[in-house]
């Protein structure tokens, strides 16, 4: 199979940057949302990750008519029963635990209610997800997943990452992965470790 270009379906800067930076060494011409003049919205109405992933990689690749590579990722959180889980995004808005409002940004508003929830709780162990998806629109696809987990910070700390990085702790770690240097958290993230599995299997079919 011949692929000399793959669009992310994204318009999150955060994960685009990191996708380039895993995708780097490939070979494969990396395209953005914001490189395509038509555009189009395709909802994550799914109710697991890997659902909404091949939701997304398939509409963008059968109306850009380019190979995509989708990803849907969040955050579980024990205590909470895995939530925010696929609304990690939205968590702020869902009825779940009461919503919060957005007084900076929606990042902010979500660490906010996570940590509002897990106030005076013990079990704060957690779990970043990734699940990424590969999709040509010639009716082809594989898909990856990979896991960090850690545990929720008390606080935000660390100006780095996005989203749930200032309170999430790695294991092993006594920083928060807004702490993290990008080289060390691509070695260690959900992100990081399901782009790698997917580029491995890429390779083999790319010179078979």
Same mark, same amino acid.
């Given at each position: 199979?011949?692929?000399?270009?793959?669009?992310?379906?994204?318009?999150?800067?955060?994960?685009? %940057?990191?996708? %380039?930076?895993?995708?780097?060494?490939? *070979?494969?011409?990396?395209?953005?949302?914001?490189?395509?003049?038509?555009?189009?919205?395709?909802?994550?109405?799914?109710?697991?990750?890997?659902?909404?992933?091949?939701?997304?990689?398939?509409?963008?690749?059968?109306?850009?008519?380019?190979?995509?590579?989708?990803?849907?990722? *969040?955050?579980?959180?024990?205590?909470?029963?895995?939530?925010?889980?696929?609304?990690?995004?939205?968590?702020?808005?869902?009825?779940?635990?009461?919503?919060?409002?957005?007084?900076?940004?929606?990042? /902010?508003?979500?660490?906010?209610?996570?940590?509002?929830?897990?106030?005076?709780?013990?079990?704060?162990?957690?779990?970043?997800?990734?699940?990424?998806?590969?999709?040509?629109?010639?009716?082809? *696809?594989?898909?990856?997943?990979?896991?960090? /987990?850690?545990?929720?910070?008390?606080?935000?700390?660390?100006?780095?990452?996005?989203?749930?990085?200032?309170?999430?702790?790695?294991?092993?770690?006594?920083?928060?992965?807004?702490?993290?240097?990008?080289?060390?958290?691509?070695?260690?993230?959900?992100?990081?470790?399901?782009?790698? /599995?997917?580029?491995?299997?890429?390779? %083999?079919?790319?010179?078979?």
């Amino acid at each position: 199979m011949q692929i000399d270009k793959v669009l992310i379906a994204t318009t999150n800067k955060g994960k685009l %940057k990191e996708f %380039k930076q895993l995708l780097s060494n490939i *070979g494969i011409e990396v395209l953005s949302l914001e490189d395509m003049k038509e555009k189009i919205d395709v909802e994550e109405n799914k109710k697991t990750f890997l659902e909404n992933a091949i939701k997304k990689a398939k509409e963008y690749a059968k109306f850009y008519k380019i190979p995509v590579i989708a990803e849907d990722a *969040g955050l579980e959180v024990e205590e909470l029963g895995r939530y925010p889980g696929v609304y990690s995004a939205r968590f702020y808005d869902i009825e779940f635990g009461g919503k919060e409002p957005v007084k900076d940004n929606k990042d /902010k508003a979500n660490i906010n209610k996570l940590l509002r929830l897990l106030e005076g709780k013990e079990n704060r162990k957690a779990r970043f997800v990734s699940v990424i998806v590969f999709y040509n629109p010639e009716d082809f *696809g594989i898909w990856a997943e990979g896991y960090c /987990k850690g545990k929720i910070a008390k606080k935000p700390v660390g100006e780095g990452g996005f989203g749930y990085d200032p309170i999430f702790i790695p294991e092993g770690y006594k920083k928060t992965m807004a702490q993290l240097t990008s080289e060390e958290k691509n070695k260690i993230s959900h992100r990081g470790k399901a782009v790698r /599995k997917l580029i491995s299997i890429l390779k %083999k079919i790319i010179t078979a």
